[in-house]
C-alpha cells in the first residue's frame, strides 16, 4: 500500500513536470527563443510520451466512456497538428489537483470551484467544445491531404472557416476540397454557435442570480435573522434544560 502510494506520488510529480516542461517549450517556440530544432524535437518526444500515457490509461480504465468525456483535454492534447495543441495538457494538472482535493487542503474551495465544474460539465461546454474541436482538426486534415497543405496552415484555413472570419489566404481549389469546406461552414458554424450560447447564457443566468440576492429587501433580511435569533433562543433552552437533567441526575447517584 504504502509503496503505491509513493508511486502515484512519483507519477503525478512526473506528469505535473513533463506538462510544464510542455508548456515552457511551446511558448519558446512560439516566441523563438532558443534553438528551434532542439526544441521540435524534444515537442515530439513529449506528445510520444503524453500519447502511451493516454492510451495505457485508456486501457486500463473500466468505464471508457467516462473517461473519454472527462479526459478530452487530454487527448486534444496529443493531436500531432501544431505544438499549440500541447496547452490543453494544463487540463490534465487541473484534473490532478482535483482528485487529490488540493483546493480543499489549501482552503481554496468554494463557490468559484463549483461554479467552474458546473460550467464546464452541467452545461454541456465540455461536449461542445470536443465536437467543434474534432470538426475543425478533422476539416484541417482532410483539407490538408487534399488541398496539399500544411497540417499548420490547414489548422489556420479551418479555424477562420468556422469562425466566419474568412481572411481568404487559404482557399480550396480543388472539388473535394470544396465538399471540406461546405460541411465545415455548416457543421462548425453550427457548433461554434451552440457554444457562444451556452457561455452566454451560463453568465446570464449567474448574473440574474446575483441579481436576485442583491435585490432582496432588507424586510426580508431582517425577518431571516429574526428566525434565526428565535431558533438560538429555543436551542439554548434546550441546551439549558438538558444541563439541569445531568445535574439532578448528578446529584441522584452522590446520595446513592
Known sequence: ?????????????????LTLLSVV?????????????????????????????????????????????????DLLGIIPMHPVFALFRIGRLVRMVQANH??????WDGRWTHA????????????????????????????????????SDSLWWAITTATTVGYGDDTP???????????????GIGFIGLL?????????????QTTDLNGRSHAEHAEDLQQLFVKVDQLTQKVDQLQKQVTR??????RK
Open 196 to 208: 457562444t450560447s451556452t457561455i452566454t447564457d451560463f453568465f446570464t443566468q449567474q448574473t440574474q
Open 173 to 187: 481549389h480543388t472539388a473535394v476540397g470544396k465538399v471540406i469546406a461546405v460541411g465545415l461552414m455548416f457543421g
Open 102 to 107: 488540493l483546493f480543499w487542503k489549501l482552503g
Open 25 to 73: 517549450n511551446v511558448l519558446l517556440q512560439a516566441g523563438h527563443v532558443g534553438d528551434w530544432y532542439f526544441e521540435a524535437h524534444l515537442n515530439n518526444s513529449l506528445l510520444v510520451a503524453f500519447a502511451v500515457d493516454y492510451f495505457v490509461r485508456l486501457g486500463r480504465s473500466t468505464d471508457r466512456k467516462t473517461f473519454l468525456i472527462h479526459s478530452t483535454f
Open 116 to 151: 467552474f465544474h458546473k460550467f464546464i460539465y452541467d452545461t454541456g461546454f465540455i461536449y461542445l467544445f470536443s465536437i467543434s474541436i474534432a470538426i475543425i482538426v478533422l476539416s484541417a486534415l482532410l483539407f490538408s491531404v487534399f488541398e496539399h497543405q500544411s497540417l
Open 1 to 17: 500500500m504504502v509503496a503505491k502510494q509513493r508511486w502515484q506520488v512519483f507519477y503525478h510529480l512526473l506528469i505535473t513536470g
Open 249 to 254: 441526575i448528578e446529584k441522584n447517584e452522590l
